[in-house]
């Protein structure tokens, strides 16, 4: 089955401070902050995302073991670390109410990783300033307005070291805030948030994000479900054996050159899904049931279907796809095409989701056929 959307309607989407018209509403909030250098770092999971609603919505106390663990997208997010000791211990530390933040979106790899905490509004913002500057945090570099600090960039202080306090670690070292709009963003040094201040286009404004979130949008009606938790993948989670750096050069290409570099780099992959631009793979519960949406852009519906092909044969041979259901589906969006595929579990045992930990489990081993490039199914 093949759908068209419009991309200029969801774009409108990224910026509008409405009601929530989609399951997507908080992932494009984050995305619309995050710059669109991001999709030119050199990893599989280039951007990482957690409602904090939608996974707390998973218990109805404190998060159980299986709600922890379901947590595999996010768990390198420095923020959400300290979690494991409890809500309300975190909650002290970061001198906000965990449930007052709307969530966390993350980019870069550790000690760089740039953090985003999603707050429900501005005032929200105000206040938890107010309330760092209360601690330890003073102003930093007055060529940067309004950036916070509680040390220097990359110095230790084991004695000021806590595990249970996001703004500080198990080592003590100094974080660098500063607002932007609703949300706060949170890094290792000044020199990360001075480029972070800088205008400039936003990953809002990428065709490839365009595409896949409409497809999450698709795959994902509010009135049915909530997307928990999202990670942005480049063409390096499913190419082993080429240079990562050639491979998001070529995927930064106009559509057509990047199909055709693309392709000959995997020419010799073998078995799999033909290459994409980038994609999103999310976390999801629907009708109250676990599940995972996959959306992967390609230039064209065409070259979806294919994908959508190979991914259905890949997913056959999965352990997870004996109690679950598989639906697969090409959506045209203006430029694009996306490849959206949900996988649902037939019920909840608990607060865990068995399809995404398989797949997780299957990445880390890097053994994961479903997403795999290839030439052929």
Not at 56 to 72: I, K
Not at 103 to 116: D, L, N, R, S, W
Not at 233 to 244: F, M, R, T, V
Request: hydrophobic letters at 45%; proline letters at 5%; one cysteine or more.
């Amino acid at each position: 089955m093949r759908m068209t959307v419009c991309a200029l309607g969801l774009m409108m989407g990224f910026t509008s401070s409405a009601l929530a018209l989609n399951s997507t509403e908080n992932l494009q909030q984050a995305l619309a902050q995050i710059p669109q250098t991001a999709l030119s770092n050199p990893d599989a999971m280039q951007i990482t995302f957690v409602d904090i609603k939608a996974w707390r919505g998973l218990d109805e106390a404190a998060p159980s073991a299986d709600a922890m663990r379901r947590l595999a997208l996010v768990q390198q997010i420095p923020a959400l670390q300290p979690i494991g000791y409890g809500l309300d211990e975190w909650s002290s530390h970061a001198k906000i109410a965990f449930d007052d933040v709307a969530y966390f979106a993350a980019f870069g790899q550790a000690p760089g990783t740039v953090t985003y905490w999603g707050l429900k509004d501005q005032a929200s913002v105000s206040q938890l300033l107010e309330s760092l500057k209360s601690s330890d945090f003073a102003a930093g570099d007055p060529a940067i307005p309004g950036l916070l600090q509680n040390g220097e960039a990359g110095k230790m202080d084991l004695s000021k070291a806590n595990a249970k306090d996001p703004w500080r670690g198990t080592m003590g070292t100094a974080r660098f805030v500063l607002p932007l709009g609703q949300a706060l963003v949170d890094t290792a040094s000044a020199d990360a948030i001075k480029q972070l201040a800088q205008p400039g286009p936003s990953l809002a404004e990428s065709d490839v994000i365009l595409t896949v979130i409409a497809g999450l949008n698709h795959a994902v009606a509010p009135d049915e479900g909530a997307i928990v938790q999202a990670a942005v993948i480049s063409p390096i989670l499913g190419a082993e054996g080429i240079d990562p750096e050639k491979l998001l050069a070529a995927a930064a290409l106009d559509h057509d050159a990047a199909r055709q570099q693309l392709e000959a780099m995997v020419k010799e992959q073998g078995r799999g899904l033909p290459p994409y631009l980038g994609g999103i793979i999310a976390d999801a519960q629907i009708k109250a049931a676990p599940a995972v949406a996959i959306a992967l852009a390609y230039p064209d519906c065409q070259t979806a279907d294919k994908a959508l092909e190979a991914i259905k044969s890949a997913w056959g041979e999965m352990k997870a796809a004996q109690n679950a259901q598989f639906s697969g589906e090409s959506l045209a969006a203006d430029k694009l095409c996306a490849a959206v595929v949900t996988l649902t579990a037939a019920k909840a045992d608990n607060a865990g989701n068995s399809l995404l930990s398989e797949i997780m489990d299957r990445y880390m081993q890097r053994d994961l056929p479903l997403l795999r490039i290839g030439t052929s199914l």
